[in-house]
């Protein structure tokens, strides 16, 4: 009751525009209280943390409030108001991957979930954030990520070691599938202002002649389209052992064109 | 169903000694924060010493200070499982 009072009299204080709502799912939700509204003088401002500090027990140590630096709240609403589907899938992970990948994965999927939602620059903000604490490898799980790869093919595959009979070391088959598909990524490449035309051809073919892969998906976006537009022709005239199975524009939150290309080698017919 | 509502208080960077005061924790001569008692700096969930320009989240009962880095909060998510 005591808590309640605390939260009506911020809201009081502090105008109601100050409260902002996060459902996290249908049992949890996380209030926002801004109190940096320019409505308030610093004087009582002064007085709300004099009070916090008379309170703190109640309010920090029993009620577990807590406290956000305001340029954080979008990233970090992101991450923690992740679709449900998707904790879930992510909780079943946890057990088989280190801090790192696990919290490189989390991030992936916040930067999905704002290119989604058309919070572009905050997207890449985040993508910059996660490239600098987890490097290439943090990398490679976002992109992985970014073109649906890892609900379609990583956790289907943890699915089908955990159950199993045959497999002793489920935990182990697993992190070698992983880390195989992270370090070889061969399945898909994210086309980006570094990489050559040459550069491109030469990835896809490795890619699908030496490391195995069945077919590699091609993504670009914006002005990288244009190298996307010239290896499909590239192929459809000149490399007559690959084919093209599939080549789509999408748009990301609405706004960013985008390119998926999907090649592979060519089948031959049936006798 | 029981809901559950979490609090977050926001802060700007400027308000961040005094959040810090709140919880009895000081800035030394460098700009780290330290605690008021004992003069020690504190360490992030990390493990590192921390800036009081680069406090970003004091969370779960004023124990874990953490970077105003999403990274680091996403390591924070990631040790404890629940939190998602």
């Keep these: 009751m005591i808590f309640k009072e605390f939260v009506d009299k911020v809201l009081k204080l502090f105008g109601k525009g100050s409260l902002i709502q996060v459902k996290i799912d249908n049992r949890k939700t996380m209030n926002l209280y801004n109190i940096n509204s320019p409505m308030i003088q610093s004087s009582e401002k002064n007085l709300v943390f004099s009070d916090f500090k008379d309170r703190k027990k109640e309010l920090f140590d029993i009620n577990k409030v807590g406290f956000i630096r305001d340029d954080l ?34 991030m992936a999927y916040g930067i999905r979930k704002l290119n989604n939602e058309a919070n572009l620059t905050e997207g890449e903000k985040l993508r910059e954030n996660l490239k600098r604490k987890f490097g290439e490898r943090g990398n490679r799980i976002n992109n992985i990520v970014a073109v649906g790869h890892f609900e379609m093919i990583i956790y289907p595959r943890l699915q089908s070691i955990m159950q199993d009979q045959i497999i002793a070391d489920k935990g182990k088959e697993f992190r070698e599938f992983f880390d195989r598909m992270i370090n070889l990524f061969p399945f898909a490449i994210w086309v980006n202002e570094a990489v050559s035309k040459e550069n491109l051809l030469l990835q896809v073919k490795v890619r699908l002649k030496n490391l195995g892969a069945t ?6 976006a914006g002005s990288n ?19 093209i199975t599939k080549l789509r524009e999408y748009s990301i939150g609405g706004r960013l064109n985008a390119m998926e290309l999907i090649v592979r080698l060519k089948q031959e017919p049936a006798t | 169903m029981e809901q559950k509502n979490e609090h977050l208080i926001v802060f700007s ?8 005061d709140i919880f009895n924790k000081g800035i030394d001569g460098e700009g780290y924060i330290i605690d008021q008692e004992t ?31 999403p990274a680091s909060f996403s390591k924070y998510l990631a040790e404890r499982e629940e939190e998602l």
Excluded at chain 1, 76 to 104: C, F
Excluded at chain 1, 225 to 243: F, K, P, S
Excluded at chain 2, 39 to 67: D, H, M, P, T, Y
Aim: net charge negative.
């Design chain 1, 73 to 106: 709240v979008s990233a970090e609403m992101a991450l923690i108001a992740l679709p449900e589907n998707y904790r879930k899938m992510l909780k079943e992970m946890r057990p088989h991957l280190n801090t790192d990948d696990y919290a490189a994965l989390i």
């Design chain 1, 215 to 220: 077919q590699i998906s091609i993504h670009s």
């Design chain 1, 225 to 243: 389209n244009m190298l996307v537009e010239w290896l499909a022709t590239e192929i459809r005239e000149r490399q007559y052992d690959m084919e």
């Design chain 2, 13 to 20: 960077k400027k308000d961040a000694p005094k959040v810090l």
């Design chain 2, 39 to 69: 003069g020690l700096r504190i360490v992030s969930n990390e493990g590192e010493e921390l800036l009081a320009e680069e406090l970003g989240n004091i969370l779960k009962g004023s124990e874990i200070f953490i970077k105003a880095d």
